[in-house]
């Protein structure tokens, strides 16, 4: 696969973790003609928003932001892989890191929020679907698929490196010199021959 195409999906998986922590989706509640749809940030109930500067969900937000902030950061390194090449080699196990750690970070964030409201909504009927989640854990999932790709891509360019480099030495090497005298057994191996005999 083209390191292009995974800084692709790298971007593709950032708008989806930044929609998931930007979307009031993250608790949804519809019951007779009331709706309201909670997010990290904000909430909007029957069409009005209100900030939720002070509901208590400061570390789903830093966890949620601090994923995003890794995973930017990844692409950039991706596509800075991709511009130079093997000038760049030692970039590609960087991204790998930052996804790894940003899948994590989120996966642990979407998991404890779905845990919390399970708890204290006691599985209520009018819960309506997650979609913040949803797509904060299809962006989570994205990246660990983009980490195998990397992988990859690490193991064949580690594998090209090294064909390369023992090419360059077969041809490097000096060739021994036959000065026309032959060779006795005990001289092949290294056993100095006995004169006069």
């Given at each position: 696969m083209?390191?292009?195409i995974a800084g692709i999906f790298n971007i593709i998986a950032l708008?989806?973790?930044?929609?998931?922590?930007?979307?009031?989706?993250?608790?949804?509640?519809?019951?007779?003609?009331?709706?309201i749809h909670v997010g990290l940030f904000y909430a909007v109930a029957n069409g009005y928003t209100a900030s939720l500067a002070f509901f208590g969900l400061i570390e789903f937000q830093i966890e949620v932001i601090v994923g995003i902030i890794l995973c930017i950061i990844a692409t950039i390194l991706i596509f800075v892989?991709?511009?130079?090449?093997?000038?760049?080699?030692?970039?590609i196990m960087s991204p790998v890191i930052l996804n790894l750690i940003s899948g994590v970070i989120t996966c642990v964030a979407v998991g404890r929020f779905?845990?919390?409201?399970?708890?204290i909504l006691d599985r209520r009927n009018d819960m309506g679907v997650p979609y913040s989640l949803i797509l904060s854990g299809l962006g989570a999932v994205m990246l660990f698929v983009i980490i195998?790709?990397?992988?990859?891509?690490?193991?064949?360019?580690?594998?090209?490196?090294?064909s390369s480099q023992g090419m360059?030495?077969?041809?490097?090497?000096?060739?021994?010199?036959?000065?026309?005298?032959s060779q006795g057994p005990t001289q092949q191996y290294g056993i100095p021959p006995k004169y006069g005999v």
């Open positions: 083209n390191i292009k708008l989806l973790l930044v929609a998931g922590a930007l979307a009031p989706g993250w608790i949804v509640i519809e019951s007779s003609g009331n709706s892989y991709a511009i130079n090449g093997q000038k760049a080699h030692s970039y779905l845990h919390a409201i399970f708890k195998v790709v990397l992988i990859v891509k690490k193991t064949q360019d580690s594998n090209k490196t090294q360059v030495l077969a041809n490097t090497s000096k060739p021994q010199v036959n000065m026309g005298y």
